[in-house]
Structures are given as structure tokens and as C-alpha cells.
């Protein structure tokens, strides 16, 4: 973590929670996070829970995020949501590009930055994933996948510094309980900012890069304290409000150290 950067703790429900259970894990995560003003913290719903998710966490510090958007505005695209209809619904933010997105929806390098640059047309703070397979991890190819992904879109991001938001995913570090160590995450976060840096300085020193991949209550800390480390974007854990608060508790703790 970096004081220049507020850190950013992102729940992403993915197919769960849709509807009341949605409401009720909202009001516990904006209750158990009231005293946390040195974190901003989001929840990505379904689609179907958004709004009433929205309408739960009005006058409450907790923002909501999509996990997904279409390009377009609008049209003949059954099925999709567009960023316009996010906004009205209460969204603020869109997760991009998750490696779910990618390997089951068929969501390119170029799809991903045609969402990004849609996001960002909208006003809607883009939160664009990166992260490699374990196979390409083992055949030594973790910096050159997530730098070509993050080439995809960087340029986006660099017009308007630190409103959006990256976020490292290794593929084989989610919801399998592997989690990167916390020096395989810096090392990464380090070549991701030094790759923003060669795009703007300004937008190195300003974006937030989350890391997701079974960070839990008990793993939260350690990865947080990486100088490259922003946030998480937590899956699993993010469905139980009582280890979410404490990833964010564990934020704020940092966020209040001594540097
Ligand atoms: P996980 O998911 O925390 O369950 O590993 C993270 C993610 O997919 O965003």
C-alpha cells in the first residue's frame, strides 16, 4: 500500500446473491464498515440485485459496482446490459474483463478495451482485470500475458489518471484457495505500474492496482502491505459479510500505519 493511493477493497458476488440475500449481505458489509473512512469499499452484484442493492446502500459510504457491461449504449443485443442502464440502476463502477469474462464469454484483449473505453464514456469507473493461467505461469510467461493485456487498455486509463482501476488475477489463484505469496503479487503490481509509467508517470503514481485471487480474512493483511498492492477484489469471501469487513479492516488498519 501507498499513502498517495486510497486503497480500495471490491466484493464481486459473480452468480450469487441476486436478490434478497443481496440487500441483506449489502446493509451487513455498509454496518461492519461504517468506522473504515480510510477505504473505499464496493460490491459487484448480479445484474438482477443491483439496483435494490443501490437503494440499500444509499447514504452509506459502500458503492456498487457491475460485473459486466456491453459496449453499446443501447440496441438489438438480447441479454446484454449497457453502461447507461448501470448508472440508472445505482452502479458507479464496472468490473472488466474478468478471467471468468475471458475464458467462458469469449471477452478478447480487444472486447475488453472496447468496454473499458465504453465505461469510461459513461462515467462509469472501469475496474479492468488482468492475470495469466497457470501454465503460463510456469512456462515463465506471467509478465509478458498481463503486459499484453494491460496494453490493451492502458492508453484508456491515461485519460483520465486514477479514476479507473486494474486489478491482477492470477487464473489459478481464483476461488481455488492457491493465493499468489505477497512477493509473487508485488513482483507482478511492480511490472504493471512500471508498464503505467512508460504510458504516463502520472497515471503509475495514481491507479490503483487490486489484487483477487482467494484473498481471505487471514491472507488480506500481508498482500495489502506490498507497495504496489491498492485494494483486493475478493470473490468467495466477499459472500460472507463478517471475512469481507475484515479484509476492509484490515485496509484501514494499514492504511493508518506509519509508512
Ligand atoms: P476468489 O475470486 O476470491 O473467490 O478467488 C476472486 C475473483 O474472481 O474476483
Redesign the pocket.
Known amino acids: 500500500m501507498n499513502p498517495a493511493r486510497k486503497p480500495l477493497i471490491a466484493g ?1 458476488w ?1 452468480m450469487n446473491a441476486g436478490g434478497a440475500a443481496g440487500c441483506a449481505l449489502a446493509a451487513d458489509v455498509a454496518r461492519g464498515t461504517t468506522a473504515h473512512d480510510r477505504v473505499e469499499v464496493l460490491v459487484a452484484p448480479p445484474f438482477t440485485a443491483l439496483a435494490a442493492v443501490a437503494h440499500e446502500l444509499s447514504g452509506t459510504a459502500v458503492a456498487v459496482a457491475a460485473q459486466n457491461l456491453h459496449p453499446k449504449a443501447s440496441g438489438a443485443y438480447t441479454g446484454e446490459v449497457s453502461g447507461p442502464m448501470l448508472l440508472e440502476a445505482g452502479a458507479t463502477s464496472v468490473i472488466v474483463g ?3 469474462r475471458r475464458a467462458l464469454f469469449g471477452d478478447s484483449d480487444a472486447v475488453v478495451a472496447e468496454k473499458v473505453a465504453a465505461a469510461l464514456a459513461q462515467g462509469l469507473r472501469p475496474i479492468a ?1 488482468v492475470g495469466e493461467t497457470l501454465e503460463e505461469r510456469e512456462a515463465g510467461r506471467t509478465l509478458e500475458v498481463v503486459g499484453r493485456q494491460l496494453d490493451a487498455f492502458v492508453r484508456l486509463l491515461a485519460e483520465r489518471p486514477g479514476f479507473g482501476v486494474v ?1 491482477y ?1 492470477p487464473v489459478w ?4 484457495g492457491r493465493t499468489a505469496g505477497p512477493e509473487q503479487a508485488q513482483e507482478v503490481h511492480a511490472a504493471l505500474r512500471a508498464r503505467l509509467a512508460a504510458v504516463s508517470p502520472t497515471l503509475a503514481q495514481q491507479t490503483r492496482i487490486l489484487y ?4 481471505k480474512a487471514d491472507n488480506a493483511r500481508a498482500l495489502l502491505a506490498e507497495a504496489d498492492v491498492d485494494g483486493a ?6 459472500l460472507d459479510a463478517a471475512a469481507f469487513v475484515a479484509i476492509s479492516a484490515a485496509a484501514q488498519a494499514l492504511a493508518g500505519a506509519p509508512s
Open positions: 464481486n459473480k474478468h478471467s471468468e482485470c486489478a488475477e489463484a481464483i476461488g481455488t483477487g485471487g482467494s484473498v477484489l475478493v470473490g468467495g469471501a466477499a
